[in-house]
């Protein structure tokens, strides 16, 4: 499986930014998908993550009630509707597959990953 994240840029502290992240295989639909981010000097973490189907979601503490993931399974594609931005969400965002049979959205669980999208928020 192949993924290509996009949309991140440039935005002012409180802005809002969508990114998408499309999948090279029909059978994206029946992977869960999680989308991670890195800032400079530190870990890759999670940020949000979304069943198979998209009947359940997942949110780091961070980002609840801010961001919110959700998926076209036609479109072969994931969404992070992100609002309320602040600048500690600068960081450069990846979305990634789940390994089948894998609970829980810890690095090490993640199959695929695409290239990441830049997210800078500016004070």
């Known amino acids: 499986v192949q993924l290509q994240a996009c949309g991140g840029g440039l935005v002012q502290a409180g802005g809002s930014l969508r990114l998408s992240c499309a999948a090279s295989?029909?059978?994206?639909?029946?992977?869960?998908m999680g989308w991670f981010r890195q800032a400079p000097g530190k870990e890759r973490a999670f940020v949000a993550g979304?069943?198979?189907?998209?009947?359940?979601?997942y949110y780091a503490d961070s980002v609840k009630g801010r961001f919110t993931i959700f998926r076209d399974n036609a479109q072969n594609t994931v969404y992070l509707q992100m609002n309320s931005l602040k600048s500690e969400d600068t960081a450069v965002y990846y979305c990634a597959v789940r390994r089948p049979r894998t609970t829980g959205w810890g690095i090490n669980g993640m199959d695929y990953w695409g290239k990441g999208t830049q997210v800078t928020v500016s004070s």
């Open positions: 979304i069943s198979w189907g998209g009947a359940s979601t």
């Open positions: 295989e029909r059978t994206f639909s029946s992977y869960a």
